[in-house]
C-alpha cells in the first residue's frame, strides 16, 4: 500500500505564489509519473501536471510558464510552485502517483492524496 500526503495550500492574493508537496510512503518498486490534478467547485478534476522519474514533465496549456514541476526521486516527493496565481486557479489540488509495486508483475496503481485547498483572491 502506498500513502501519498499533501500540503502547502492556502489563501493567496491573485499574483502570489505557493508550493505544493506531496510524499510517497510504503512498499513500491516505482512511480511514474507522479504530477498534481485539480479540481474546482461543480467542475470535473483536471490535470496540472505530471512529471516522470527522468524529469520529462507534462502541464495544461493555462498553467505553462506559471507553474513548475519538480521531483527529488530520493525522497519519492513531487513539487509545485505556482507563480503568478489567478483566481480562477482556485481549487482543490491532489497529488497523484502511478505506482509500479513489483517488477515482476507489471500492473500499476494510481494513487491519490487527500488534496489541498488552494484559494486566489482577485
Known amino acids: 500500500q502506498v500513502q501519498l500526503v499533501d500540503s502547502g495550500g492556502g489563501l493567496v492574493q491573485a499574483g502570489g505564489s505557493l508550493r505544493l508537496s506531496c510524499a510517497a510512503s510504503g512498499r513500491f518498486f516505482s512511480i511514474n509519473p507522479m504530477g498534481w490534478y485539480r479540481q474546482a467547485p461543480g467542475k470535473q478534476r483536471e490535470l496540472v501536471a505530471t512529471?516522470?522519474?527522468?524529469?520529462?514533465?507534462n502541464y495544461d496549456d493555462s498553467v505553462k510558464g506559471r507553474f513548475t514541476i519538480s521531483r527529488d526521486n530520493a525522497k519519492n516527493t513531487v513539487y509545485l510552485q505556482m507563480n503568478s496565481l489567478k483566481p480562477e486557479d482556485t481549487a482543490v489540488y491532489y497529488c497523484y502517483a502511478r505506482v509500479l509495486a513489483t517488477p515482476i508483475a507489471p500492473r500499476t496503481t494510481d494513487y491519490w492524496g487527500q488534496g489541498t485547498q488552494v484559494t486566489v483572491s482577485s
Open positions: 512529471i516522470t522519474s527522468g524529469g520529462s514533465t
